[in-house]
């Protein structure tokens, strides 16, 4: 099993949750492990796929993608309790390959990056090794495309300002699949 993403072990069914962990949602292209207490047979690594869908025995396929993985453990409990009486499931996040942020634009790295935390936008255009010279630094913007409806909003973030400390709210959690662009 891969450890690197061990701090992401969420749904442990005898412990509390952290907050920040309670909070991540899934993505196509992460990894689950999915197993269920004393049932031989019904534990499975699986991969949320591009459309976001899970299977596993006895529940058949359902939506992974945008919920918490205490949310995929209720879907699966519904399903599997007609089988098995007060089934003990846990969901784990192996892997957070699916969680991917854009940085494109005036940086000196523009690019696709993978990230296993949360991370601001400052921390984006840092992983994006900052602006060039001639990037507006009073105009970026981040594409976010609400999952659950498909429309897109364009929210602003003036740079200058956040590294002066100020405007210090403008600088977002970035989500799965936004995009920071630096204008020229």
Not at 34 to 53: A, C, F, H, N, Y
Not at 54 to 76: N, R, Y
Not at 141 to 149: A, E, M, N, Q, S
């Amino acid at each position: 099993m891969n450890r690197a993403v061990a701090g992401l072990i969420l749904c442990v069914l005898s412990g509390p949750v952290l907050a920040q962990e309670a909070s991540y949602r899934l993505n196509p292209g992460d990894t689950l492990d999915i197993s269920v207490w004393k049932e031989e047979g019904m534990q499975r690594q699986t991969l949320v796929l591009p459309d976001g869908m899970i299977s596993f025995p006895l529940a058949g396929h359902l939506m992974a993608a945008g919920k918490t993985p205490q949310e995929v453990q209720g879907d699966l409990v519904a399903r599997i309790k007609e089988f098995i009486p007060d089934p003990q499931i846990t969901v784990t996040v192996l892997g957070t390959t699916g969680n991917r942020i854009y940085v494109v634009g005036q940086v000196n790295n523009p690019g696709e990056f993978p990230v296993s935390h949360r991370i601001d936008v400052m921390q984006a255009l840092s992983l994006a090794r900052g602006l060039t010279p001639f990037g507006d630094e009073n105009d970026i913007k981040i594409l976010r495309r609400d999952r659950v409806t498909g429309k897109e909003q364009a929210l602003s973030f003036d740079y200058s300002a956040v590294k002066n400390g100020e405007d210090l709210e403008t600088n977002i959690q970035l989500e799965s699949g936004d995009v920071v662009v630096v204008p020229d």
